[in-house]
Antibody, heavy 119, light 106 residues
Framework: QVQLQESGPGLVKPSGTLSLTCAVS?????????WSWIRQPPGKGLEWIGE???????NYNPSLKSRVTISVDKSKNQFSLKLSSVTAADTAVYYC????????????WGQGTLVTVSS | EIVMTQSPATLSVSPGERATLSCRAS??????LAWYQQKPGQAPRLLIY???TRATGIPARFSGSGSGTEFTLTISSLQSEDFAVYYC????????FGGGTKVEIK
């Protein structure tokens, strides 16, 4: 059973950089899956941020692309998210997820971590 | 960007009744459509992909249909654990989600 666990600071200052890591257990990040980040502002819907393959190939949401970097660390079986120049609008629960065998359908999710942008 | 529109925003249903949720895409997504269930404080759970294929472990009372721009999720007989928010998501292009339908107890 694949498990994902997000970690990182719960509070980030405006104009700073949000950094999160997703640790994968019960499976290899080098499998034939892409790995995604998704976020959900409090009380609102879901927004896909981007995805990465173990080779390092990435795809990003065009609306966030200028501020997002997703990277992978195969030695630690984890992948990471960096979002720069954050504002209060970036306050959300951030989820990491595994893309299933059929396109970008997320079949395993982390529990999510709330990141608040505030001074 | 492909905009996904879900209706209704809230659906009030009695246990044991059928629930029908709709999702419309702003342009054709073929059958590249998934449905998720989300309960309060939990991550979403994949229910359906490919518009009509149930994900592993999903009960048969959940069914999906449609292609192109019009999609439906049907829950044939609502159980207490089915009251939740449901999201559709297209993956024909970079993924986008609908705004969700909350299924509440009538």
């Amino acid at each position: 059973q694949v498990q994902l666990q997000e970690s990182g600071p719960g509070l980030v200052k405006p104009s700073g950089t949000l950094s999160l890591t997703c640790a994968v257990s019960g499976g290899s990040i080098s499998s034939s899956n892409w790995w995604s980040w998704i976020r959900q502002p409090p009380g609102k819907g879901l927004e896909w941020i981007g995805e990465i393959y173990h080779s390092g190939s990435t795809n990003y949401n065009p609306s966030l692309k200028s501020r997002v970097t997703i990277s992978v660390d195969k030695s630690k079986n984890q992948f990471s998210l960096k979002l720069s120049s954050v504002t209060a609008a970036d306050t959300a629960v951030y989820y990491c997820a595994r893309n299933g065998i059929v396109g970008a359908t997320m079949d395993y999710w982390g529990q999510g971590t709330l990141v608040t942008v505030s001074s | 960007e492909i905009v996904m529109t879900q209706s209704p925003a809230t659906l009030s249903v009695s246990p044991g009744e059928r629930a029908t949720l709709s999702c419309r895409a702003s342009q054709s997504v073929s059958s590249n459509l998934a449905w998720y269930q989300q309960k309060p404080g939990q991550a979403p759970r994949l229910l359906i992909y490919g518009a009509s294929t149930r994900a592993t472990g999903i009960p048969a009372r959940f069914s999906g249909s449609g292609s192109g721009t019009e999609f439906t999720l049907t829950i044939s007989s609502l159980q207490s654990e089915d009251f939740a928010v449901y999201y559709c998501q297209q993956y024909n292009n970079w993924p986008t989600f609908g705004g969700g339908t909350k299924v509440e107890i009538k």
